[in-house]
């Protein structure tokens, strides 16, 4: 699995939010459609609750956050395959 972090704005310019994407894929590098991807906060954001969604046909994901700085950890898992983790992290935009 391979996970990313960004920080963008709407098309007017004027709701930012912070993106976390990836590709859920297994050996020999191929894309894992329909793979359960979870999203959790640093378990020092009590107000957060996970995210759930599932990769698409390319084996992709995204979850759209507030844009406040956070660390979080992205969970793949499918039925007959070994759940992985990846860590991401949102930086603040004005930092």
Same mark, same amino acid.
């Given at each position: 699995m391979c996970a990313?972090?960004? @920080? +963008?704005?709407d098309a007017k310019g004027s709701a930012k939010y912070a993106l976390i994407t990836g590709t859920v894929f297994y050996d020999p +590098?191929?894309?894992l459609p329909g793979a359960e991807v @979870?999203?959790?906060?640093d378990p020092a954001d009590k107000h957060f609750k996970p995210r759930r969604?599932? &990769?698409? &046909? #390319? +084996?992709? !994901?995204? !979850?759209?956050? #507030?844009? @406040?700085a956070g660390h979080y950890l992205v969970r793949a898992a499918e039925k007959? !395959? @070994?759940?992985?983790e990846k860590k991401a992290e949102v930086s603040d935009p004005h930092e």
């Open positions: 990313t972090a960004a @920080v +963008g704005a +590098g191929l894309a @979870v999203l959790n906060a969604t599932i &990769s698409d &046909s #390319r +084996g992709e !994901f995204a !979850f759209r956050l #507030r844009p @406040v007959g !395959f @070994v759940p992985q």
